[in-house]
């Protein structure tokens, strides 16, 4: 009998992987076994990344609020309290993109936070 080698799905899976690999440089677009490992490679770090650019946008954005505060004289984490103890419910993407693009919008929140804080020491 025969050797099968189900000819018609093997090449469909590997031309899938070097459909993947396609603009790779020389053997890692041409090669299976090249390609294979690059893609995995790829996919891997695609992974992680996607997970890292969560934590990257979430510093990006304390740092923006920080430095906004802190024109206010106001550190962060009093402004973050503050906003806690006023219990207004606004992310820091909000409060990042409000700090760059209506610096007046972003005083009255500065404003809330730090009449929420005296009112709570008093």
Known sequence: MPRATNNPASRRRRNKVLKRAKG???????????AKETVRRALRFAYRDRRARKRDFRVLWIARISAA?????????RFMAGLHAASVEVNRKILAELAVN??????????IAQKALENKTA
């Open 24 to 34: 790779y440089y020389s053997g890692r677009r041409k090669l299976f076994q090249n």
């Open 69 to 77: 505060t802190r024109a206010c004289e106001l550190p962060y984490s």
């Open 102 to 111: 209506d610096p007046t919008a972003f005083n009255e929140y500065v404003k």
